[in-house]
């Protein structure tokens, strides 16, 4: 489904599973269009605060995500440009 005001169109759906923490992530592909070109973004939700002077912010958390992310990206079969990380809605 593509959105008209972002550029953005859902792929894929998946779940991943974190070995370390048996935490559930919640992820999927988008693409982005710039300039008449395609990038995939990968999507990673979460339930961790991402801002740093709020309440439950944890920098050690956020990093292993990060990590966890990158480690999604580098294991999919399809090449991903970049990834972003979301709130969970």
Known sequence: MLSAGD????VNE???HADNDRRS???WHEW???D???R???CVETALEMRSGEPGFDADELERLVHEAMEMMRAS???IDAVRIVPER
């Open 40 to 42: 995939t973004v990968l």
């Open 25 to 27: 992530l919640r992820s």
């Open 77 to 79: 079969p399809s090449p």
């Open 7 to 10: 550029g953005e169109m859902t």
């Open 14 to 16: 998946q779940h991943a």
């Open 32 to 34: 982005e269009f710039i």
């Open 36 to 38: 008449g070109e395609r």
